[in-house]
């Protein structure tokens, strides 16, 4: 084996003060700050083969603010609705999509009149909503794309 190492293998770093505990310290100052100003080693116990993080420096209890609640709130809702879309049946499923695909098809059929119109930013609009119900539908896209060619809207 050589004597040579790489330059950028060097170990200086670990005698330098550490910039991580500098910043901890001061957000430690910072939650805490004009009460207690116990400082708090941080690297007590890290040692070369142990050096993972098991718990949580506590910092005191936090405020409770409404947007707190609320974002929870709303969390708890998306997870309702995904909930509901789980227990659907098979057969909920299929008229679910028949009933979003007649609302699409209606969409596409407002558009059609539109482009006969020539009124095509109004069409395009249609098509661009029938494809929020549906979004698998390519006489949609190439309908919506057809008028955007032909309103020069693409160019």
Excluded: W
Aim: charged share 30%.
């Amino acid at each position: 084996m050589s004597a040579h190492r790489h330059s950028e293998l060097h170990e200086d770093f670990l005698l330098k003060p550490s910039k991580v505990d500098d910043v901890i310290k001061l957000l430690n100052e910072i939650a805490k700050s004009s009460k207690d100003k116990t400082e708090v080693d941080i690297s007590a116990g890290v040692t070369d083969t142990s050096f993972m993080v098991l718990n949580r420096i506590g910092t005191g209890e936090r405020p409770k603010s409404s947007i707190r609640r609320t974002t929870l709130k709303i969390s708890n809702m998306n997870q309702l609705t995904f909930m509901r879309q789980i227990n659907v049946s098979e057969e909920e499923r299929h008229k679910v999509r028949i009933e979003r695909m007649s609302v699409a098809n209606s969409f596409r059929r407002l558009g059609n009149l539109e482009y006969r119109k020539l009124n095509y930013d109004k069409a395009i609009d249609y098509y661009s909503k029938g494809l929020n119900y549906i979004v698998d539908s390519p006489v949609l896209y190439v309908n919506r794309s057809l008028c955007n060619i032909k309103s020069g809207s693409c160019a």
